[in-house]
């Protein structure tokens, strides 16, 4: 069952970093994030545009890694529209998934977490992890901005 779990997360990775839901440039945004992880060469740019209460708009360009790349794509899909709190709260949740070195959290959580329930394994490899989180810190960093 864990092998058949793990074949099924690797491609819902697969696919995110081949379909890359959200990838392109964002006019107007309110808010624009450059990270880059040294350790592999990962780099993407987050841009948000708020409306109110809403995420209007959520874009990404980057280059790197199927890990990080899809990372970017399945929140893209789980944010865009959203309203910024979710994408803190999703943001912190993902983080714990990440810093749990594999391990799967509470069924709620999990459950909460969707698509990015399938970087639970990659939470075993902590040069890894980076890849994963690459695109959340610069999320973090252009919703910052955008609220100031």
Request: aromatic share 4%.
């Amino acid at each position: 069952m864990a092998d058949a779990m793990e074949q099924l997360y690797q491609q819902v990775i697969l696919d995110h970093s081949r379909e890359r839901s959200g990838e392109g440039e964002l006019a107007g945004a309110d808010g624009s994030s450059f990270q880059v992880n040294p350790t592999c060469g990962d780099e993407c740019t987050v841009q948000v545009k708020l409306e109110g209460a809403r995420l209007e708009g959520l874009a990404w360009t980057g280059r790197g890694c199927s890990i990080s790349q899809a990372s970017l794509s399945i929140m893209h899909e789980m944010l865009d529209g959203e309203q910024p709190q979710r994408a803190d709260e999703l943001g912190d949740l993902f983080r714990e998934l990440m810093h749990g070195r594999g391990k799967e959290l509470e069924a709620a959580k999990q459950e909460d977490l969707e698509d990015l329930s399938a970087f639970t394994g990659v939470a075993k490899y902590p040069a890894r992890i980076k890849c994963a989180l690459l695109g959340w810190a610069a999320l973090k960093d252009a919703l910052a901005q955008a609220r100031a």
